[in-house]
């Protein structure tokens, strides 16, 4: 079956289908057909709390598997209209049935997830992109692991604790989690039960509502790695969770020096602080010869700004539908904080900001 | 991971959602004339904001029937061509062979016209499927996508029947319009269409590497150049794929069948996409050809409103009446005036916003010009064969003396307030 798929995916053949591929004549006969497109059908839809949901998928043969870590760029169609979110793959990579899943929490007027948590039905198709991202595991995981989440932010990390629990991981994990009250945590039984093995050393926070005689209460501090006798310096630490989480870990491992160690993952571009120093300079779309004093936003909100159109996706730094070249000047990721100054490179127009003069091929 | 291309190619119509352009001069102050003898410019502004309403009113509309209705058209011209390409395999039974030709040609016809025409004007990118998406889409024939975009869905588009900015007016080949200059060459109009038709596909292949633009010094050298790749390309795998690789597969056929079969297979491919120009250049040639339509110049569509605008889009367009498998196999192109006045809406809309356009012009008292294919058919081959001869005035000749001398006077105008 491979093979079959490897040939019809080949330029060989393309060459009999141009200017089409070979998945617009599959498409036809059936979607799951599809040899470069990534597809999948719902299998079922769990509920996990009130407000979130476990979408089971099982994908089509393009799909190549994930790192437990990365995530999927998902689409789906409501009233004729692709609509493409980000979302964490939340399995096991050791599931034998091929299929894998993603979980997700339903904004309150957020469209996609709240679709998919009240109106998704199972059999549904999906687009899917591959596996992409680098908040995945070393392959030779060190022998301590701090994974801290909060929220939704547990997605990523709770595919990292079942992928160790089914792999019979050896060294030492502590799990710390922040959830608004156990109603609202996600996977709570199941974590219950890796709570019970060995390998982990599991922390779970309701800073709503405070399970009776916690240990710890509240929002991340320093106190609680230090009660969980963790040494940020010595420990590979993986952080995903709302904006302020991430923030005070960030904070806490700076101040230790101890940066090196910390892997992120944001499920929302930060906001953007349009007063910093180096929102200076002018900023400048060479192709339509329009100037504009750089205001600090993202380079694909100045370009709207100007009367621009260009084309986006995800607005996030993941679909790289935005991508473009920059022909001159520096650019600060708003994510990372990564400066880029050289010219002619491409760069992700909605998370990035000028710093100081840029040009743009826009 | 496959690597993803960056998608933003300057020049392709990825800006083809917004609103029309509208002709901006130099001079502001200074307002366009056109349709002031028709309407006055309150008529016309409220003339523009109901149309805006007509096609607000389509946009706000769109759903699932429309992606259902591209999808099922699509399904079709797959069919079509996959049952096509098989049939034509057997040529040693003639009418199956014939059948396979007719269901190329159409599948090519689908894939050019209702799909890759209106695909490309980024009618149904609101779907967000990149199957149908204008920035992604190639067609089915010798032109690359990318350079027709341009010259189609901006130049054309924008610039519709402005003698000296629609490329489109005569091709740079006809003298279709009045107002043209006369060349020795419009001698030819007839027999040069004629031969235009049986080449279609490369002709508009041609029409977008845009040659005369170049040597005329309003091109950068890189710019031709990458068109001409581009061109170079496209034409490699469209010739490939029709004119080699189906024949050579059909000599698979010959130990059973004949030595000529795969001369068959070739042969039925290049009927087919005869086929396929002759047709669509009849339906475009009909699109703005026809002697009524009217042209404009330059001077008179500076600075005009939205109105004016859409005006000239109505009085530069023409219609073919005819029944529902008709308009789909002309990619709604039946409905110019409705396409022109609203390229961006899914053209299966065209009927239904025509009765808005209809009554628009009642009420203003517009022209609509609308006829059968014979009619107009008829209407632009007498146009091309009277327009062939060489008219009296001597400032309608390109090449004579007098042009000569205004030209050039115009130049040194030109270069005179350049200077100062
Ligand atoms: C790398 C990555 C991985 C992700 N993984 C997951 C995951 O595993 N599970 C999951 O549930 N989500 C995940 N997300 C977030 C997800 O992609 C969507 O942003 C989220 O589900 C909202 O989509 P929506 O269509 O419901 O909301 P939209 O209709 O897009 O937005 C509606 C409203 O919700 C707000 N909003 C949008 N996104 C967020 C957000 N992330 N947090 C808070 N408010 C938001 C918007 O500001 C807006 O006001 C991930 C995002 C990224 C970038
Ligand atoms: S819009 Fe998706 S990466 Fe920028």
């Known amino acids: 079956m491979a093979v079959v798929r490897k040939v019809l995916a080949s330029n060989f053949i393309g060459r009999f289908t141009t200017p089409h591929t070979v998945d617009h004549y599959l498409d036809q006969i059936h979607p799951m057909l599809a040899v470069r497109h990534v597809r999948a059908r719902v299998v ?32 789906v169609e409501v009233e004729g209209k692709r609509r493409v979110r980000v979302f964490s793959v939340s399995s096991s990579t050791q599931r034998k049935d091929g299929k894998f899943s993603v979980s997700v929490k339903a904004h309150p007027d957020g469209y996609v997830s709240q679709f998919l948590h009240n109106d998704m039905l199972p059999k549904t198709l999906v687009f899917l992109s591959q596996a992409e991202g680098d908040f995945t595991l070393p392959d030779k995981v060190p022998d301590d ?29 502590t799990f710390l989690h922040y959830a608004k009250s156990a109603s609202d945590e996600m996977f709570h039984d199941e974590l219950d039960k890796i709570a019970a093995l060995p390998f982990v050393q599991m922390m779970r926070i309701y800073t709503r509502e405070p399970a009776e005689g916690a240990e710890l209460e509240g929002r991340f501090v320093i106190d609680h790695l230090k009660h969980l006798g963790i040494d940020p310096v010595n420990t590979l630490t993986y952080v995903c969770g709302p904006a302020g989480l991430i923030a005070s870990v960030r904070d806490t491992y700076t101040e230790l020096g101890a940066t090196s160690q910390l892997m992120l993952e944001y499920f929302k571009v930060p906001s953007v602080d349009v007063n910093a120093a180096d929102a200076t300079g002018t900023l400048t779309f060479d192709d339509s010869s329009i100037e504009a004093d750089n205001s600090g936003a993202t380079i694909l909100e100045q370009a709207e700004a100007a009367g621009l159109t260009p084309a986006y996706g995800c607005r996030m730094g993941v679909c790289n539908t935005c991508a ?3 022909n001159h000047g520096a650019v600060r990721h708003v994510v990372s904080g990564q400066v880029a100054a050289n010219t002619d490179e491409t760069i992700k127009i909605c998370v990035h900001v000028p710093v100081g003069n840029v040009s743009i091929a826009l | 991971m496959a690597k993803k291309r960056a998608p933003i190619q300057p020049l392709s119509a990825s800006n083809h959602n917004e609103g029309p352009k509208h002709l901006v001069g130099d001079d502001t102050e200074k307002r366009a004339t056109i349709g002031l003898d028709l309407m006055t410019y309150e008529q016309l502004e409220d003339f523009g904001d109901e149309l805006d309403a007509v096609r607000q009113r389509v946009l706000d509309d769109l759903g699932q029937a ?35 030709i007719l269901l190329l040609a159409v599948a090519k016809i689908l894939d050019n016209m209702e799909i890759g025409h209106n695909v490309m004007h980024g009618q149904y990118d609101w779907m967000n499927d990149p199957m149908v998406d204008a920035r992604k ?12 975009k341009h010259g189609h869905n901006f130049v054309h588009h924008t610039y519709t029947n402005i003698h000296g900015m629609d490329r489109d007016i005569g091709y740079n080949m006809f003298r279709i319009d009045k107002d043209q200059p006369w060349y020795p060459s419009h001698r030819f109009n007839l027999p040069l269409a004629f031969f235009l038709m049986m080449l279609f596909e490369w002709g508009v292949m041609y029409h977008g590497v845009e040659l005369d633009e170049y040597l005329a010094g309003r091109m950068s050298k890189a710019e031709f150049k990458a068109r001409k790749k581009r061109a170079m390309v496209k034409i490699r795998r469209q010739v490939a794929k029709d004119y080699l690789l189906y024949p050579v597969l059909a000599i698979a056929l010959v130990p059973f069948t004949s030595w000529w079969v795969p001369l068959a297979v070739l042969g039925g491919n290049v009927v087919a996409n005869i086929l396929r120009n002759i047709w669509t250049f009849n339906i475009i040639f009909c699109g703005h050809f026809p002697a009524e339509v009217a042209t404009f110049q330059e001077e008179d569509a500076q600075n005009e409103t939205h109105g004016q605008w859409y005006l000239r889009q109505i009085m530069g367009s023409a219609n073919i009446s005819g029944h529902r498998p008709f308009h789909i196999l002309t990619g709604y192109l039946s409905y110019q005036v409705e396409h022109h006045l609203f390229p961006d809406i899914p053209a299966r809309r065209y009927p239904e916003v025509a009765k808005d356009v209809r009554r628009l012009c009642d009420t203003y008292g517009l022209p609509y010009n609308s006829g059968r294919l014979s009619k107009q058919l ?43």
């Open chain 1, 324 to 326: 473009i070249k920059k």
């Open chain 1, 145 to 173: 692991l701090l994974l801290v989440s909060g929220g939704s932010g547990i997605t990523p990390v709770m595919s990292m604790l079942r992928t160790l629990r089914d792999t019979g991981h050896q060294g030492q994990v």
């Open chain 2, 66 to 100: 429309d992606a259902d209705y591209i999808r099922r058209v699509i399904r079709v011209q797959r069919a079509a061509e996959v049952v096509g390409r098989i049939a034509i395999f057997f040529p040693f039974f003639w009418p199956v062979f014939l059948v396979g």
């Open chain 2, 137 to 148: 889409f190639e067609w089915d024939n010798v032109a690359p996508a990318e350079d027709w």
């Open chain 1, 44 to 75: 079922e839809v769990i509920h996990e709390t009130g407000h979130a949901s476990t979408v089971v998928l099982k994908p089509n043969g393009t799909w190549t598997g994930f790192k437990p870590g990365q995530h999927v760029q998902f689409g």
């Open chain 2, 378 to 420: 008829f209407s632009v081959a007498s146009q091309l064969a009277k327009l062939a001869a060489k008219p009296d005035d001597p400032y309608m000749v390109g090449n004579s003396p007098e042009s000569k001398a205004r030209r050039r006077a115009k130049r040194e105008a030109a270069a005179l307030a350049a200077q100062s």
